[in-house]
């Protein structure tokens, strides 16, 4: 048979789209020539494979070889091909057996010798072939984290005569089995070596429990990133769907496999950070600082000293969850649900207000910091919390809050009844969804537009409050928003009105 197909996987953002690798074996004068918009490494893998099909003992058919990769019209890169073409080439020209190729997906980086090497990207391979019911072959390196996915038959090889004598019957591969050394997760920060900040601390618990964002606002060395540093060990572990989502982003993003069970990401880019790097793209666009943090936390500290047109790209992520970069060609959707955390200085100076009467900033100054951060931007943080200089002690009893293990077990309680009563946190409650569950009796929304006229808060301003003192209402277990909620939720409003 001089037709062979193999299956194979490309790399698009997080997704893993189907291609089809067709190698066919014609007469004429040899030659070989690869077709399916191809890039550069995928090209140059005919001299890979050519080389990896003869160190291994086959024969390189000396005839006019064609070799497909469909659908033509998508982009390929990488060097994930080569052992799907070297598979095609070996089944047309009848050394292995083409009907066997047919259930298996297969993946892999040819070294010239006809060994395996890893390639990036093998997690949404996993589970795009899961969903195919296909098996899936990768390099050894590779399969810890292609068995990520539950319920994949996945085969891991070496070299390619291993693969070889599979295919031919004559030493069957064994599905590998998982070692589970991907499950090892480091403890978090402690909450309790945090000095003081009662009131921060109450404002981290509340920005837990509900997914809110948060913006810290105090002078240098107060524990404004500590504080931040924190709140990872409060969210409540990954289950099973989100940790695969992390996995696979930095499956894609990274340039090794895997090393450990994700946890909830905490990512803390500079203030000099492009708009690329915060939110991806390239040529061939790869996923940015906010898709990074996707089911954890961004730190932006400095706020202000980032980029105003860098920060404005947060918007549309903030509200929808995702961030779409669009190219001439194409448009790759990564997700960025991600809880943002920022701080900031109240001057430039960064010691306004502070008893020693230190900062000489001027009232210009002091403006012109501030106008660095839209109204927007600012309406979308849910929670403004003003982060004082605690009182100097060395060697302070850890006592005047809770520890990590404490304050998650209060978040992980208010996160179950949300989840039970709603399916989400209530940050993430859409507008049917906040009448039905942060509804008000008359008095008490009346109490409620008529602070947000004062404080002149906008519409979306006042929505936010509502889930913030939803949130309130059910750390303290309580099924109905209370008149103490609300004020509790409007003076994480206030400062910054």
């Given at each position: 048979m001089?037709l062979a197909?193999v299956?194979?996987?490309?790399q ?7 291609v ?12 070989l020539?690869?077709v399916g918009?191809?890039e550069t490494?995928v090209?140059e893998?005919?001299?890979r494979?050519?080389?990896?099909i ?13 070799l497909?990769l469909a659908?033509?019209?998508l ?7 080569d ?5 095609g080439i070996?089944a ?8 066997a190729?047919?259930p298996l997906e297969c ?11 890893p390639v990036r990207?093998?997690?949404?391979a ?14 050894r390196?590779?399969a810890?984290e292609?068995?990520?996915a539950s ?6 090889i070496d070299?390619l005569?291993?693969l070889?004598a599979?295919l031919n ?6 599905p590998?089995q998982a070692?589970g050394l991907l499950r090892?997760t ?7 070596d ?7 601390k ?5 920005a837990a429990?509900g997914?809110?964002?948060l913006l810290?606002?105090g002078?240098?060395?107060t524990?404004k990133?500590l ?11 990954l289950?099973?769907g989100e ?6 982003i ?8 895997l090393a450990a ?10 203030h000099?950070a492009s708009?690329?790097a915060?939110v991806g793209g390239?040529s ?14 961004l730190?932006?500290?400095?706020l202000?000293e980032?980029d105003?047109?860098v ?6 992520p903030?509200e929808?969850g995702?961030i779409?970069?669009?190219?001439a ?8 649900r991600f809880?943002?955390?920022?701080a900031m200085?109240p001057?430039?100076?960064g ?9 000489r900033c001027?009232?210009?100054?002091i403006?012109r910091?501030r106008?660095?951060?839209?109204g927007p931007l600012?309406?979308?943080?849910d929670?403004?919390i003003?982060?004082a ?7 302070a009893?850890?006592l ?7 304050a998650a077990a ?12 709603q399916?989400?946190p209530?940050?993430f ?5 906040l009448?039905q569950?942060c509804a008000l ?7 409620l ?9 906008s519409l ?20 109905d928003?209370a008149r103490t909620?609300l004020a509790e939720?409007?003076q994480?409003?206030?400062s910054?009105?």
């Amino acid at each position: 048979m001089s037709l062979a197909i193999v299956h194979s996987r490309a790399q698009v953002g997080v997704e893993a789209p189907a291609v089809t690798v067709e190698a066919h074996l014609a007469n004429g004068l040899p030659a070989l020539t690869l077709v399916g918009l191809p890039e550069t490494a995928v090209r140059e893998s005919k001299d890979r494979v050519r080389s990896a099909i003869l160190t291994s003992g086959f024969d390189f058919p000396a005839r006019r070889i064609t070799l497909n990769l469909a659908p033509a019209d998508l982009p390929k890169d990488g060097g994930r091909f080569d052992l799907a073409i070297a598979l095609g080439i070996l089944a047309a020209s009848e050394q292995l057996p083409a009907a066997a190729l047919d259930p298996l997906e297969c993946l892999g980086e040819l070294a010239l010798s006809g060994s395996l090497r890893p390639v990036r990207g093998v997690l949404p391979a996993a589970l795009a072939a899961r969903a195919a019911g296909r098996t899936l072959v990768v390099p050894r390196a590779n399969a810890e984290e292609a068995s990520l996915a539950s319920g994949l038959t996945v085969l891991a090889i070496d070299h390619l005569l291993e693969l070889a004598a599979h295919l031919n019957g004559q030493t069957p591969l064994a599905p590998y089995q998982a070692q589970g050394l991907l499950r090892q997760t480091q403890p978090y920060p402690d909450l309790a070596d945090v000095q003081g900040q009662a009131a921060a601390k109450r404002a981290l618990l509340v920005a837990a429990a509900g997914s809110h964002n948060l913006l810290l606002s105090g002078p240098p060395g107060t524990g404004k990133t500590l504080l931040a540093s924190r709140l990872p060990g409060l969210l409540p572990p990954l289950d099973e769907g989100e940790a695969l989502e992390v996995a696979a982003i930095h499956s894609v993003a990274g340039s090794a496999p895997l090393a450990a069970w994700p946890q909830r990401p905490f990512r803390q880019p500079h203030h000099s950070a492009s708009g690329p790097a915060l939110v991806g793209g390239g040529s061939r666009p790869r996923p940015g600082e906010i898709t990074l943090a996707h089911q954890g936390v961004l730190f932006l500290d400095e706020l202000p000293e980032f980029d105003r047109k860098v920060l404005e790209v947060l918007r549309e992520p903030l509200e929808s969850g995702e961030i779409v970069i669009a190219r001439a060609n194409d448009k790759v959707r990564f997700p960025a649900r991600f809880q943002l955390v920022a701080a900031m200085n109240p001057c430039p100076c960064g010691y306004l207000g502070d008893p020693a009467g230190r900062c000489r900033c001027t009232p210009e100054q002091i403006q012109r910091y501030r106008a660095r951060l839209s109204g927007p931007l600012l309406d979308r943080i849910d929670l403004h919390i003003g982060v004082a200089r605690e009182a100097t002690a060395l060697g302070a009893p850890h006592l005047d809050g809770p520890d990590t293990a404490g304050a998650a077990a209060q978040v992980a309680a208010a996160r179950n009844r949300q989840l039970v009563r709603q399916g989400c946190p209530n940050a993430f409650l859409d507008l049917p969804g906040l009448h039905q569950h942060c509804a008000l009796d008359g008095e008490d929304r009346q109490w409620l537009e008529r602070a947000c006229e004062r404080l002149g808060l906008s519409l979306r301003a006042a929505h936010r409050i509502l889930k913030v003192a939803r949130t309130l209402a059910d750390l303290e277990a309580t099924p109905d928003i209370a008149r103490t909620h609300l004020a509790e939720a409007l003076q994480y409003r206030a400062s910054s009105a």
